[in-house]
């Protein structure tokens, strides 16, 4: 049976019933235009005495902490992504305890596998036949993924400027692609109109609150593989700041439930020129970044969407944020791709660049427990890692050219 849940307004504390509402707090809504940080995103607070009655003295049931019912759940296979040591990484950080949660391997390549498919849960439960979608391409071609396993219609806006491969991703697997000539900010606020005008439902993250809770089962992932220990600190890349709430609540419904203390660390990392929560994490202070130019497409975002959740993330867990540069994030790529066998997109890269950064930071211990959140397949984005490799030229078909190559005569 399924555990009751309410809908908390992060901003106000109002309650709301489960099909009360759709999106955000229709308080403190009223005021919001396109641009900013989203007002009154919704949290969902289970019954957490409900929840604890239930786990006594039983295995942990992993459904009691699902906001959609699993007979909605769409035939798609989400998340169970690996959980591994990478110690010749780390080595070069000067760490002794790295761990990576491999989510480029969902199967349309990125961690928005979860927000989406849960999304598509609760238009299954509410009998909604479309979604619509604002994306800087991994939340747009895993929506169109599972949209086609689901059999849902999805209308999808993204910039025209994102990579090819998600581009393809998304009209291969027949969704409606509408590339905007903007930024991912114009996009957002193109898809808000549509749907507002023509129907459907709106999957933008945060503005929708089941992305939040689909993003979160990759922190009970964690948890589970990591054979219920909390690691110390989890590296996050953050754009709209969803991912890392999510990862946040699901420590926090863990801690809720009575079955862990303490929440791990959570660090934000952010790119350089789109840095607005990295800013408002440490001076308090809001302000959107004025020109998102970084080569991490999935996390330059002018106004992030869950700016003031993701903030509070960071701030309970303990943890704290930090920038890095393109040039970091690949050069960070190339190392964790030539120590352990990962091919992380640019955004995913970011949590590589920053552990580089972190080497030797009074903030982190070298014996702590690390876990850096790879989101997003470098397959995605090849164009970004190619300024980075020199492909050989070709050799004739015979023995002697190679060796001239290869150096041996
Ligand atoms: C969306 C995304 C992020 C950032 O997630 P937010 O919820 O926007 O903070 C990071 N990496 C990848 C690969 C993504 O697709
Ligand atoms: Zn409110």
Redesign the pocket.
């Given at each position: 049976m399924r555990i009751p849940f309410a809908y908390r307004c992060t901003q106000c504390g109002r309650a709301y019933a489960r099909d009360e509402v759709t999106y955000l707090c229709p308080v403190c809504a009223t005021g919001y235009k396109p641009g900013m940080p989203l007002p009154g995103v919704l949290r969902v607070e289970f019954d957490y005495d409900a929840i604890r009655a239930r786990l006594q003295g039983k295995a942990i049931d992993w459904t009691l902490w699902s906001a959609v019912e699993a007979k909605y759940f769409p035939p798609y296979a989400v998340g169970n992504t690996p959980f591994t040591r990478i110690d010749r990484f780390a080595a070069l950080a000067g760490f002794t305890n790295v761990f990576v949660k491999n989510d480029?391997l969902n199967p349309s390549g990125?961690?928005?596998d979860r927000a989406s498919f849960l999304v598509a849960a609760e238009a299954n439960r509410i009998g909604a036949k479309t979604i619509v979608a604002a994306s800087?391409?991994?939340?747009a071609s895993s929506l169109a993924a599972i949209c086609a396993a689901a059999g849902l219609d999805a209308v999808i806006f993204v910039p025209a400027s994102a990579p090819r491969a998600k581009l393809v991703q998304m009209i291969l697997h027949g969704a409606r692609v509408i590339p905007v000539n903007g930024t991912y900010d114009d996009a957002f606020r193109l898809s808000l109109q549509y749907s507002e005008k023509r129907g459907g439902m709106n999957r933008n993250?945060a503005y929708h609150p089941l992305t939040i809770e689909g993003?979160k089962t990759v922190g009970f992932e964690i948890f589970q593989q990591n054979a219920g220990v909390i690691p110390d600190v989890i590296l996050?890349?953050?754009?709209?700041?969803?991912?890392?709430?999510?990862v946040y609540k699901a420590f926090y419904d863990l801690r809720e439930s009575g079955l862990i203390e303490k929440l791990p660390r959570l660090v934000a990392v952010q790119a350089e020129t789109s840095d607005a929560i990295h800013r408002f994490i440490a001076t308090g202070v809001y302000r959107n970044a004025d020109q998102p130019t970084t080569i991490?497409d999935?996390?330059s975002?002018s106004a992030?969407s869950?700016a003031s959740m993701?903030r509070q993330a960071v701030l309970d867990s303990g943890g704290f944020s930090i920038t890095v540069s393109d040039e970091e994030i690949l050069r960070g790529q190339r190392s964790l791709a030539e120590t352990t066998g990962i091919f992380a997109?640019p955004?995913?890269a970011a949590v590589a660049a920053a552990l580089l950064r972190l080497s030797g930071d009074a903030r982190l211990h070298a014996k702590e427990q690390i876990v850096l959140l790879i989101?997003?397949h470098g397959l995605k984005d090849v164009g970004a890692a190619m300024t980075q490799v020199k492909i050989p030229e070709a050799v004739e078909p015979v023995l002697e050219r190679v060796e001239e190559v290869v150096g041996l005569k």
């Open positions: 480029g990125s961690l928005k800087t391409g991994n939340a993250t993003k996050v890349p953050v754009g709209d700041g969803v991912i890392i709430s999510g991490a999935s996390i975002v992030p869950n993701a997109e955004a995913a989101t997003g």
